[in-house]
């Protein structure tokens, strides 16, 4: 009974973005959120990495809206943050969901 408390108190779904009020705190969201995903990545289901995608095509969508406010080096954090991701989701997912990022992304930024 112990160990099931334990267990309790540890996050196992998918990391959330959660969506900046202040432009300027954008980018701190997503590499939260990135972080939250590589931490906890390895235990993610099919169901999980779904939501993830979702998350991030929230977050690409966030960026494409505030790109042009940000500074050349927020952008280049938000590049990096992008690549981070796909580095979980190469190391923990499946090709089809990197395929699926790949093409949100691509489809974001045009």
Same mark, same amino acid.
């Given at each position: 009974? !112990? !160990? +099931?408390? @334990?267990?309790?108190?540890? &996050?196992?779904? =998918?990391? +959330?973005?959660?969506?900046?009020?202040? =432009?300027? &705190?954008? $980018? *701190?969201? $997503? #590499?939260?959120?990135?972080?939250?995903? #590589?931490?906890?990545?390895?235990?993610?289901?099919? #169901? *999980?990495? &779904? $939501? %993830?995608?979702?998350?991030?095509? %929230?977050?690409?969508?966030?960026?494409? #809206?505030?790109?042009?406010?940000?500074?050349?080096?927020?952008?280049?954090?938000? *590049?990096?943050?992008?690549?981070?991701? +796909?580095?979980?989701?190469?190391?923990?997912?499946?090709?089809? !969901? @990197?395929? &699926?990022?790949?093409?949100?992304?691509?489809?974001?930024?045009?």
């Amino acid at each position: 009974m !112990i !160990i +099931m408390f @334990a267990f309790a108190g540890c &996050q196992r779904g =998918p990391a +959330m973005y959660e969506k900046a009020e202040n =432009p300027n &705190q954008f $980018v *701190d969201h $997503v #590499e939260k959120f990135v972080k939250q995903t #590589e931490k906890y990545s390895k235990h993610y289901s099919a #169901e *999980d990495w &779904q $939501v %993830a995608v979702e998350q991030f095509v %929230a977050m690409t969508k966030d960026y494409v #809206e505030n790109r042009r406010s940000l500074k050349p080096a927020d952008q280049m954090r938000f *590049d990096n943050a992008r690549l981070q991701f +796909m580095r979980a989701i190469d190391a923990n997912g499946n090709a089809d !969901i @990197a395929k &699926q990022v790949k093409e949100v992304y691509s489809q974001a930024v045009e």
